[in-house]
């Protein structure tokens, strides 16, 4: 299986935004749905938002109206636009897509 490649995490401040992508190669992508999960030190990974092959989103409420998951099929990414962020939203952020290995996750932090 091919990795996902994440980037676009960084440092920055409560109250904050950051924008994450999820780049994948090979045309499977678009035929798939794709999630944002992260984990923070000594945490269990949790899953963060989903979005499907036609555009169904979910999250989990400890997101919902802060953070948005979208997706480009012509260019095979997938994003996550993070808002109004938290302390408690530092993490590593991974994103899943079936049929591709796990990536390397993106730091995010959020300093207060």
């Known amino acids: 299986q091919v990795p996902l490649l994440e980037s676009g995490g960084g440092l920055v401040q409560v109250g904050g935004s950051l924008r994450l992508s999820c780049a994948a190669s090979g045309i499977i992508f678009r035929f798939n749905s794709m999630s944002w999960y992260r984990q923070a030190p000594g945490k269990l990974r949790e899953l963060v938002a989903s979005?499907?092959?036609?555009?169904?989103?979910n999250y989990a409420d400890s997101v919902k109206g802060r953070f948005t998951i979208s997706r480009d099929n012509a260019k095979n990414t997938g994003y996550l636009q993070m808002d109004s962020l938290k302390p408690e939203d530092t993490a590593v952020y991974y994103c899943?897509?079936?049929?591709?290995?796990w990536g390397q996750g993106t730091q995010v932090t959020v300093s207060s």
């Open positions: 979005i499907t092959s036609g555009g169904s989103t």
């Open positions: 899943s897509v079936p049929g591709y290995s």
